[in-house]
T-cell receptor, first 113, second 117 residues
Framework: NAGVTQTPKFQVLKTGQSMTLQCAQDMNHEYMSWYRQDPGMGLRLIHY???????DQGEVPNGYNVSRSTTEDFPLRLLSAAPSQTSVYFC????????????FGPGTRLTVL | AQSVTQLDSQVPVFEEAPVELRCNYS??????LFWYVQYPNQGLQLLLKYLSGSTLVKGINGFEAEFNKSQTSFHLRKPSVHISDTAEYFC???????????????FGKGTKLTVNP
């Protein structure tokens, strides 16, 4: 099992550009989520999905879109990047049971100039 | 809603010394509690979790944590640390009662543990 994979590892964007951060998992997990990590802030939930076709907002959803067309993939879209979106982004997945462990990907470091 | 406070942003210790990383939480409902570790330039890895039952939880790499409901705390301990334990440690909480609540983790701001020779 590769677990949770994320691409790219690093990305630099200019303000106003769009891009998609990719996330995939091969554990057949129902639940997937996106977090952002900023220095001194811990991790904050952006969006999450409890299954294919079902998504919902987390704590900091503004400026980001998600969709979940398959169990395996959960891409995060930035439609018009802003410097405030400079961060490290982590994707996570877990099985459906309450209290099950969330498994995190290696992260994407995004810089918006 | 839940919140997590990690009381120390940085903790320096010497190798083979004991360490305690403190975590307090706030919630109006029962919770699940987690400790994750992040090594430099890596993702997060679960150290241990408390779901129910015994309040003393043992995890990987010799770490343990104790759930104290009356003090709403979940402090992480290790009796003797190694250089390789240098990392950032995150305490997290999720709602264990509300449907779908356990899917969303709320993290503390992290504690950077530095183990010096």
């Amino acid at each position: 099992n590769a677990g949770v994979t994320q691409t790219p590892k690093f990305q630099v964007l200019k303000t106003g550009q769009s891009m998609t951060l990719q996330c995939a998992q091969d554990m057949n997990h129902e639940y997937m989520s996106w977090y952002r990590q900023d220095p001194g802030m811990g991790l904050r939930l952006i969006h999450y999905s409890v299954g294919a076709g079902i998504t919902d907002q987390g704590e900091v959803p503004n400026g980001y879109n998600v969709s979940r067309s398959t169990t395996e993939d959960f891409p995060l879209r930035l439609l018009s990047a802003a410097p405030s979106q400079t961060s490290v982004y982590f994707c996570a997945s877990k099985d459906g049971g309450a209290g099950d462990t969330q498994y995190f990907g290696p992260g994407t470091r995004l810089t918006v100039l | 809603a839940q919140s997590v406070t990690q009381l120390d942003s940085q903790v320096p210790v010497f190798e083979e010394a004991p360490v305690e990383l403190r975590c307090n939480y706030s919630s109006s409902v029962s919770v699940y509690l987690f400790w994750y570790v992040q090594y430099p330039n890596q993702g997060l890895q679960l150290l241990l979790k408390y779901l129910s039952g015994s309040t003393l939880v043992k995890g990987i790499n010799g770490f343990e944590a104790e759930f104290n409901k009356s003090q709403t705390s979940f402090h992480l301990r290790k009796p003797s640390v190694h250089i390789s334990d240098t990392a950032e440690y995150f305490c997290a909480v999720s709602d264990s009662v509300t449907q779908g609540g356990s899917e969303k983790l709320v993290f503390g701001k992290g504690t950077k543990l530095t183990v010096n020779p």
